[in-house]
């Protein structure tokens, strides 16, 4: 442990508590004095990191990231086709 240093931490809380209870960010020092970033942007990057942390680790976000750009791109022409059809004919 190392004494007589203070360090400023960000602690972002999870909603999905399967991985993690929560996640500490240890902050920069020049942090909020660097190109005038705010506290409020230092902490939603903090809550964007955690979340895609646990969008990249859960069960659906490695199952989506299984299925290739091409399937995307049939399913949604299939789906605008679908719309059309219903439009011109119904």
Partial sequence: MVK???RRVIVV???????????????KEDAFTH???TA???LAEAQRVADG???RNSVTGRRLRRVPALAYAAAG????????VAVLFL
């Fill in 40 to 42: 409020e942007q230092v």
């Fill in 53 to 55: 942390y646990v969008r």
């Fill in 13 to 27: 809380k999870t909603p999905d508590r399967r991985l993690f209870e929560q996640a500490i960010f240890i902050v």
């Fill in 77 to 84: 022409g299939l789906l605008a086709t679908l719309i059309w």
């Fill in 4 to 6: 007589g240093v203070s």
């Fill in 35 to 37: 190109q005038g970033v």
